[in-house]
């Protein structure tokens, strides 16, 4: 049988911030958008981990977490691989998805018309979060990066936890984790912090 290969920058576990309850967070590797002011350079250019999806899920389930978030890069483009690696996980635990993506939801529509793939990944999203990030429409907004995306429930299995999530934060949180010799910051930044990061990021070639 020939294996899932899902390619990845990152991955973490037990974070508040990139969804309800406790989550897993996996950034995906590679992006087909060019936004500008995009502070995720190492989920586009840098670094590159293959996986299988069956070794990924089982990193998700041996976490414990409710749920996982799946950011990148742009995890669109490895919707089958994903879509396995959920159905993977869902055999033995039903768990929350929320997807980041640069596409907006209409236009997923589309392509889950001609690509099963992305028809099974977008079937599996509970909380969608849609659209390129713009810096011209970054309002400080906190859980996404300019005001054009929307957070879109797919499903209702976070109808009681949606509105007291989203809406009562008052601000942007980062989350700053130091593994080893790598600093990585989770959380969508405020212009501030993401300066902040700048520079903790040029400290760390040092
Ligand atoms: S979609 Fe995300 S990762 Fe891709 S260029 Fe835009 S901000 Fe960067």
Redo the contacts with the bound molecule.
């Keep these: 049988m020939v294996e899932t290969v899902i390619q990845y920058s990152e991955k973490i576990e037990s974070t508040h911030l990139l969804g309800p309850g406790d989550r897993a967070v996996l950034w995906v590797f590679g992006?087909c958008?060019?936004?500008s002011g995009?502070i995720?350079y190492n989920?586009?250019h840098g670094t590159c981990i293959e996986d299988t999806a069956e070794n990924l899920a089982q990193w998700f389930l041996d976490t414990k977490n409710d749920g996982i978030t799946i950011s990148?890069?742009?995890p669109m483009l490895q919707a089958m691989e994903l879509s396995k690696m959920i159905e993977m996980i869902r055999e033995k635990r039903d768990v929350g998805i929320v997807v980041y993506s640069?596409f907006t939801y209409e236009e997923l529509k589309k392509k889950a018309d001609q690509d099963l793939g992305v028809k099974n990944f977008l079937s599996q999203i509970d909380i969608l979060i849609d659209g390129?990030?713009r810096e011209e429409l970054n309002h400080n907004e906190p859980y996404r990066?300019s005001s054009n995306q929307r957070i879109l429930p797919l499903t209702g299995r976070y109808a009681g936890a949606m509105e007291a999530y989203y809406q009562t934060s008052e601000g942007r949180d980062i989350e700053v984790r130091i593994r080893g010799d790598k600093t990585l910051m989770i959380g969508v930044p405020s212009k501030d912090q993401a300066a902040i990061w700048q520079e903790i990021k040029r400290l760390d070639q040092f």
């Design positions: 992006c958008f060019n936004c995009c995720a989920f586009k990148g890069g742009e640069g390129p990030y990066g």
